[in-house]
């Protein structure tokens, strides 16, 4: 008779959130890196690479649908974090790693609902289908004055001729991105537990060390030790 295999332990789920040019995907990379060595880290952003998400992301991203509904537009994005939990977080969860997204609900309770104006419950709502309750064990909100940070995405637009003139998302007003800082600095007080916020105005390194020490820490009180679980 065999043996039953014991069974794997389930991974942690980070994200990284923050306003535009916050520093979300620098950061990511730079904890990736850090962590690596000693954990079974994926890194990863919505859609995460899936072929349906990242249809749904080129119709809400596309200058030329400027008549999208707010609506719409809530549940394009859960449309796609759905597909995003099942093909990438979910399996990733089961096989005891840890998942580092760049965005995930609270990017549409900020924008969606905060800054777009929908009702927060509503968005909550719709999300908890899309995610079937899968939410993050630990949250980092870089946060930036939104003025900077989208200077700082502008410059990078510029040198990389990445994005042009902007996206639909990216031509919004400064006042869209100061009810989305805000909404986020609401989250996080709502959720002190979960949602930790580094100030995102300060040099890389600077950045790095804090969310690198927080995040091992964190990882320290949940059991996790370096080099144990890979
Ligand atoms: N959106 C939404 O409405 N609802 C949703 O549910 C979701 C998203 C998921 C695309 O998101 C848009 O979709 C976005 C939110 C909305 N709307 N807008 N606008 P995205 O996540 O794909 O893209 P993003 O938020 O626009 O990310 P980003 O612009 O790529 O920014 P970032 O990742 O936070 O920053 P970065 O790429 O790491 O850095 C930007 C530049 O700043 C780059 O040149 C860096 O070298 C530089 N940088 C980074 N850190 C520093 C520091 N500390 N000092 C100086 N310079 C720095």
Redesign the pocket.
Known sequence: MTQAEPAARRGLFMT?E????????????LLYDRLRPSYDVLHT??PGGTAIGERI?GL??DEQHREMSPQT??LL??A??AQFVVEVVEPALRRGRIVLS???????????GY??GLDIQVVRNVNAVATRGVMPDLTVL?D?DPAV??E??R??DG??GRRGR??R??Q?SVDF?VR?REGFLTIAREERDRVRIVN?????Q??HDEIGRLVEQFLAGRGWRASSSC
Not at 18 to 29: I, L, Y
Not at 200 to 204: E, H, I, K, V
């Open positions: 990284i923050g306003p535009e040019g916050a520093g979300k995907t620098t950061q990511a990379r952003r919505e992301r809400l991203l537009e809530m994005f859960a796609s974090r760049e965005r995930y609900v609270d990017a549409s309770l900020a924008y969606q800054a777009r870089i930036i940070g989208l700082r995405a410059l990078a040198k990389e902007g996206d998302l990216e919004e991105f989305a995102g105005n300060r040099p890389q600077v950045v």
